[in-house]
Structure formats: structure tokens, C-alpha cells
């Protein structure tokens, strides 16, 4: 718990608690004289700040005012340390007095500040072939940067747990999180975070390689605790070595400490995990050019591959997923080779290929390129249907559903500028098929793309996430579109988010899924700020005409 005190405006002022309890009054630059400190137990303490302005007729005055909370320090309930420090706090203390120095520098350099960010938004605002639909959701989305119980802390790299303690250098920008959502209280949700980094990795690249450094070093860790599980009821290992964990813990307990605090199933079983680590490291070396980072991210790109070929159980060279929901979709059962995680194993290959070939590893691209020619003839044979890639291969009703998210693995690809492993005619006419039906045939086309579909029109309702639009996922199939240059159908799938979630009253607190009839589920949510990805897409494909040209 903080002790915060806000500061006042910088201009005449009377500063009031409700019911008359005067706090003083303030004459400048002051924090309003009288402040009380801390509040009592069961009270709330509120305030109020005014100007007093003499106006001849016609006259016009402004008047400026800053607010600003100084908390720094944050504690966690399980927590070996007694509290760490915020960021910020490197620039103004620790002492908790530091509103008054926090709102001169606001209004020192607001105007600096506010002409950086119209040098960042402006280009976007005044871009005419932009819809201003997306221009108001690119920037609006990214209220969840700062809205999700983010944390921005000083690094102390001997004050983690769980395994992770081992020897590394102390990171210069410090650790960064964000809770999954307002109601799924657990921090850096891994497999949603591979929608959600295209924020970070395009905006704040130091805070997302931060990210990726620490989830590579929890690879090493294991935690033997009993971990109980709410689908069966059984118990499992909390963290098991070398499966990426699925958050990095949750604040009731030690974030960077006590990692998975996610009790549905026994993630160490999930299969898209360790992939989107492969994934998430070489699209972030891609955009920002860092070969040192790969170089050190090399290794526990290797340990995240090389535990995941285990679910490799006949040996052709593609894994299996095992008849539960083991994988970002928790309420969705897959088995066999599924489009999706299939999908996210072929890619990583290609990654890793790429990676050791960079790396001058020329064996081991030459193995990761045999295996991979092996994974795609296999999905291939077993999902391709001749317009899409089934669900799964197994005997199930909807084996054969559309799939919103079967192109994933593809995305990622494409942003890496890698897209050469799965045939072009296949996904153009597997995007096609999406957009027809999980898009234009779901609530009159207006509503984004239901993740999952029946070939003859109607909803999979095999499970609560079938028939639920995700809005992430829609942001990221929208971004996959505008990579293979159906701009138009992009921006037609990604509108129905915007309508649908602002027409319903949610905007700054996107949900992560909704239904045909507008209910919704989880409010304020990670997952949406994958819109970024759609900027990626159209800054590559204007690169690339540009470059044509």
C-alpha cells in the first residue's frame, strides 16, 4: 500500500474536503498547504481543486492544471521482498513526497511533450487512405498499456524466485507487466501476449525485449509445488523445466517470483507456448534490427523447441495436440494435427532455420529445415481441404470448422518477412473463406469473425470460445489479410470490433470476446492491442511498393 498525495494547480487556488473540512488554500506552486497524510481506516479522503478568474468582456484565459500521484513502491502479498520500486522513482525518489517535483516537470515540459506526441500521431490523423474508424482504435487501444494494473519497476536481479534467480545482468530499462485483464488478474499472459506485443515491440521495443529476456530465463526454472487444477480437479507440477511458463504469476501473490499462477489445466502440456516464445524473439530481433539479442536468446530458443518436439509422438516431423483445450483457446478441445497449433509448430521452424542461419549454425539450419519440409507435408495432407485447414484431424463434429485463427503461425511469418512455408494459393483462399463465412456470415458481417464456423453457415458451438468473437484475434486476422495485400478485407473484418465494442458502450475497456447477441466477456483486456499488428502490415506493404516502384 501507497501513501499518494496529488499536487495543486499553478494558479490561485482553494483546495475543500467534502462536508466543508477545509485542507487550506494554496497560492502557487505549493501542494496546497494543510495536506492530512494518510487516511483512516474506513476513510476516504477526496479533494478539490479551483481557479479564481476576473474576465473583462471578450477577454479569453487558460488555466493549467496538473495532477500526479507519487507511489513508489510496490508490494506483493507472497513476496520475498518487502517491496520493490516503481520506475520512475529513479528520477524522483523513493520518499513518497515527490507530487509538487512531479507536476513542475508536467508543466515545464508539456509542450515538448505534446509536440512528440504530434510528431507520433499526426502522420496516422492526416493519412487520407486510413478509415478514422482505425485511426481512433489504434490510438484509443492503447489505453491498456497504462489502464492494465501495468507495472513498471526497477530491476533487482537477486531478488527472484522460483528458479530464477540464476546469474544475469540487471536489465537498463527496468521489468515490465500487465495484467491479462481487469478479471483475469495473472501478469504477462504469455499466449495472449503474442497478440498484445505489437504495441510494445513497435512503441516500447527496450520494454518488450525486457519481456522476452526474463520468459527466456524462466525456461530453466521448476517449482515442485502442488499445483491444483480447476478442470479435473487433479494436481500438477506449478512449473515444470523447460515448459515457458503461462504468466510470470499474479500481484495476490510474486509476480517474476512465483510464476503460473494460471490453475485452469496444467499448462506444462500446452503446445503453443513455447512456440510463441520462438515466434515473439525473432519477430522482436526483426523490427528492431538487435542481432545481439538473438545471439543471447539463441539457447533458450533451442531448449523451447527441443522440449516441444516431445508431442512429436509418431515421429513425422509435426506434433499432436491431445484431446483437451491445450492451448490459448482453454475452452476448446483439439486433437491430432490441428490448424492451429500446427500452424504455430511450422512457423517456429522457420524461425529457428532462419535463426541458426543468421547465427552461422549451418547444421543446424540444415536440421531445422529437413524437419520442417517433413511438419508441412504432414498438415498439408491431414488439414488441407481444398479452400481451408480443418480444425483438427481427428473423428470429432468439428474437425472440419473454420477456424477465425487457423493462419496464425502465417501472421507471425509474414511480419517476420518469412512467409514463404505454406503455399500461397492456400492462404489466400483459406483468408477468403474466413472472411465469407466467419466474418460476413456472423452477425451481418458487422461484428469482426467468429472463431469458429460450420461449412454450411452456421456457428461451432462445440464449446463457449467457438462461438465468441475475440477481438484480438480479429485485429490479428485483419493484420494477416493486409500482409497479403486484401487491405480492404482487413479493415472490413477488423471494423466490426470497433463498431460492435464502442456501440456497446466499451470503448476503453475492450473486451476480450463477445457474442452474436452482445454479450461479452472479461472487460479491459490485453489481447486487443494486436491492432498494431495491422500498422505493421500496412507499413510493410507500402515499403514494399515503395520499393517496387
Not at 513542475?104 to 490523423?125: H, K, S, T
Not at 509445488?225 to 523445466?241: H, P
Request: charged share 20%; glycine share 12%; with cysteine.
Amino acid at each position: 500500500h501507497s501513501t499518494a498525495k496529488p499536487a495543486a494547480a499553478r494558479v490561485a487556488t482553494k483546495i475543500s474536503m467534502p462536508m466543508g473540512d477545509d485542507l487550506g488554500g494554496g497560492d502557487g506552486d505549493g501542494d496546497g498547504g494543510g495536506a492530512r497524510g494518510e487516511s483512516k481506516a474506513g476513510e476516504s479522503i477526496g479533494g478539490a481543486v479551483a481557479a479564481t478568474l476576473t474576465l473583462s468582456g471578450g477577454a479569453r484565459r487558460e488555466v493549467e492544471f496538473a495532477l500526479a500521484w507519487d507511489a513508489p513502491w510496490v508490494t506483493f502479498a507472497a513476496s520475498a521482498q518487502a517491496a520493490r520500486r516503481r520506475w520512475y522513482t529513479r528520477d524522483f525518489g523513493c520518499e513518497g513526497g515527490a507530487g509538487p517535483a512531479m507536476v513542475a516537470r508536467a508543466f515545464a515540459e508539456r509542450p515538448q511533450w505534446e509536440a512528440w506526441i504530434d510528431a507520433w500521431q499526426q502522420p496516422v490523423l492526416d493519412d487520407a487512405e486510413l478509415p478514422a474508424w482505425f485511426k481512433s482504435a489504434l490510438f484509443n487501444e492503447l489505453y491498456y498499456l497504462v489502464d492494465g494494473g501495468t507495472l513498471w519497476l526497477v530491476d533487482h536481479a537477486s531478488g527472484e524466485g522460483a528458479g530464477v534467480r540464476g546469474e544475469r545482468a540487471e536489465e537498463p530499462f527496468g521489468v515490465f507487466a500487465y495484467l491479462e485483464g481487469h478479471e483475469y488478474l495473472l501478469c504477462n499472459t504469455f499466449d495472449v501476449h503474442y497478440y498484445a506485443s505489437f504495441a510494445l515491440v513497435m512503441l516500447w521495443p527496450e520494454l518488450e525485449l525486457s519481456v522476452q529476456r526474463h520468459f527466456g530465463e524462466t525456461l530453466g526454472a521448476a517449482d515442485d509445488e502442488a499445483w491444483s487444477l480447476m478442470m479435473d480437479g487433479g494436481q500438477c507440477e506449478r512449473k515444470v523445466r523447460h515448459a515457458l511458463p503461462h504468466d510470470i504469476g499474479s500481484p495476490g501473490e510474486a509476480p517474476w517470483e512465483k510464476l503460473n499462477s494460471y490453475n485452469i489445466h496444467d499448462t506444462a502440456h500446452w503446445k503453443d507456448l513455447n512456440l510463441k516464445l520462438v515466434l515473439q524473439i525473432y519477430r522482436d530481433y526483426h523490427v528492431t534490427g538487435s542481432l545481439p539479442f538473438l545471439r543471447h536468446m539463441w539457447p533458450k530458443m533451442v531448449a523451447a523447441i527441443t522440449f516441444i518436439q516431445r508431442y512429436d509422438t509418431d515421429g513425422d516431423g509435426m506434433i499432436e495436440n491431445e484431446n483437451f483445450a491445450d492451448q490459448t483457446y482453454d475452452a476448446w478441445s483439439c486433437e491430432g494435427v490441428t490448424a492451429y497449433c500446427g500452424g504455430l509448430w511450422l512457423a517456429a521452424l522457420r524461425v529457428m532455420e532462419e535463426t541458426a542461419r543468421r547465427l552461422g549454425d549451418a547444421a543446424a539450419a540444415g536440421e531445422y529445415a529437413s524437419l520442417l519440409e517433413r511438419g508441412k507435408r504432414v498438415y498439408e495432407a491431414k488439414l488441407w481441404n481444398g479452400r481451408y485447414y480443418n480444425y483438427d484431424s481427428s473423428a470429432s463434429y468439428h474437425a472440419d470448422s473454420i477456424m477465425a485463427d487457423q493462419a496464425a503461425g502465417h501472421w507471425y511469418l509474414c511480419a517476420c518477412d518469412l512467409a514463404d512455408v505454406f503455399p500461397p494459393a492456400n492462404v489466400a483462399s483459406a483468408l477468403d473463406t474466413i472472411f465469407e463465412y466467419n466474418v460476413r456470415r456472423f452477425g451481418g458481417g458487422t461484428m469482426g469473425a467468429v472463431n469458429g464456423m460450420r461449412p454450411d453457415g452456421r456457428v461451432d458451438r462445440t464449446s463457449m470460445q467457438s462461438e465468441e468473437v475475440w477481438t484480438g484475434v480479429t485485429y490479428g486476422l485483419a493484420a494477416t489479410m493486409i500482409h497479403e495485400g486484401k487491405v480492404e478485407q482487413g479493415f472490413a473484418t477488423a471494423e466490426g470490433i470497433y463498431r460492435t465494442v464502442f456501440g456497446l458502450g466499451m470503448g476503453f475497456q475492450t473486451p476480450e470476446a463477445f457474442v452474436e447477441n452482445g454479450n461479452y466477456r472479461a472487460l479491459g483486456y490485453m489481447r486487443p492491442l494486436s491492432i498494431w499488428a495491422m500498422m505493421l502490415g500496412l507499413q510493410r506493404g507500402r515499403s514494399s511498393s515503395s520499393s517496387s516502384s
